[in-house]
């Protein structure tokens, strides 16, 4: 059996191609999993627990199913869908973890993050970040109503798709010397997050690991992990690459 890492999925709708990648990873390659991590982003946006979409019933469905099959389930806020809470967790059966926390991963620590912490040269993300996460915020913005919600996310994504564009590339990725630092101050060799879509196993300084997982479009990033090491993968439709073992 082997531990599965995932992250941004971006679930938008019913009928785009990664929900039902996804759907179909949940009921035939997980189900075969030690345990699954879900580092962020799963959903486009996640507007509260109580403002449920029709079209992420599936999803939801499809974990509650994973978990009451005795597979753990794991999920980690990122920066789309941070407002996912304890209804969630309870509908669900996931866990949800803090960013960054520890993991024994086989007799080894590893930290687990989504990303964006580590892109600490983007000044006006992480500003907005802190923002965003404040608490205060967080509960006026879940007393408003649903329509309102529903602009807000959608002026939120159009305006971080024109910032995207106007980025230096170096801006967009993690900050080398932020990833030191997180290494040193949480005293392990292995990184693992999302974020950046850019899939990768980094080899460091010392041993250690930066392990990327990328972005789920017409096919998903999935790493996999075993007593022997960690290994990214690609799902894909019909079983191929990383394949169906359920």
Known sequence: MATLFVSDVHLQGEQTPANGLLRRFLQHRATAAEALYILGDLFEAWLGDDLILPEQQGIIDALRSLTDSGVPVYLMHGNR????????????????????CVIDLYGSPALLMHGDLLCSDDLPYQQMRRQLRDPQWIAAFLAKPAAERVAFARQLRDTSKEEIGR????????????????????????????????????????????????????????????????????????????GDRG
């Open 81 to 100: 869908d941070f407002l996912l809470g304890a209804d969630f967790a309870r509908r669900t059966g996931c866990t949800l973890l803090p960013d960054p």
């Open 167 to 242: 980025k230096a590339d170096y801006v967009m990725d993690v900050n080398g010397e932020t990833v030191a630092a997180y290494l040193q101050q949480y005293r392990v060799s292995r990184l693992i997050h999302g974020h950046t879509h850019r899939p990768a196993v980094h080899e460091l300084p010392d041993g250690r690991q930066r392990l990327v997982l990328g972005a789920w479009h017409d096919s998903g990033s999935v790493l996999c992990c075993d007593g022997d090491g960690c290994r990214l993968e690609e799902y894909r439709h019909g079983g191929s690459g990383a």
